[in-house]
């Protein structure tokens, strides 16, 4: 395995297709309790969850997110994230996240050309979610 010695030329394609890669990083105080939230209200998978660190997953997408620590990261970064989810259904993800008492921030809307419809919702920490579609190229 690639992991153990991080050495490029043993690594299969995949895997680094994995390793290589940008991703948002989201700060919380309660880790345990911000995981249980973005997975039970807004379905996110929690791929792990360590002590202090989380990889959390949708579809192909994935983000992570770790405890806050200032004295490490420059100062605190709690409630200072965005991250945009595309999502199938906004209409129905939006029903399903209310039902499990999400704290949204709008309905559904639409953009007026009409190639993004969406809703935006804050976490437990005071990040923002926005779940949409986008037509890209249109």
């Not at 490029?8 to 911000?34: F, G, W």
Request: glycine fraction near 10%.
């Amino acid at each position: 395995r690639c992991l153990s010695d991080w050495s490029s030329d043993v690594c299969s394609s995949d895997l680094k297709r994995r390793l290589d890669m940008i991703c948002p990083c989201l700060t919380y105080l309660d880790m345990p309790e911000a995981m249980a939230e973005l997975g039970g209200v807004f379905e996110l998978e929690i791929a792990w969850l360590g002590g202090d660190a989380a990889e959390i997953r949708w579809k192909e997408g994935v983000a992570v997110a770790q405890k806050d620590q200032p004295e490490i990261l420059h100062g605190s970064h709690v409630g200072h994230g965005w991250t945009y989810v595309r999502v199938a259904d906004p209409d129905a993800h939006y029903n399903r996240a209310v039902s499990r008492g999400a704290h949204v921030l709008n309905e559904p809307h639409s953009t007026p050309d009409g190639k993004q419809r969406g809703y935006s919702a804050r976490d437990r920490e005071g990040n923002i979610c926005t779940f949409a579609i986008q037509k890209f190229g249109r």
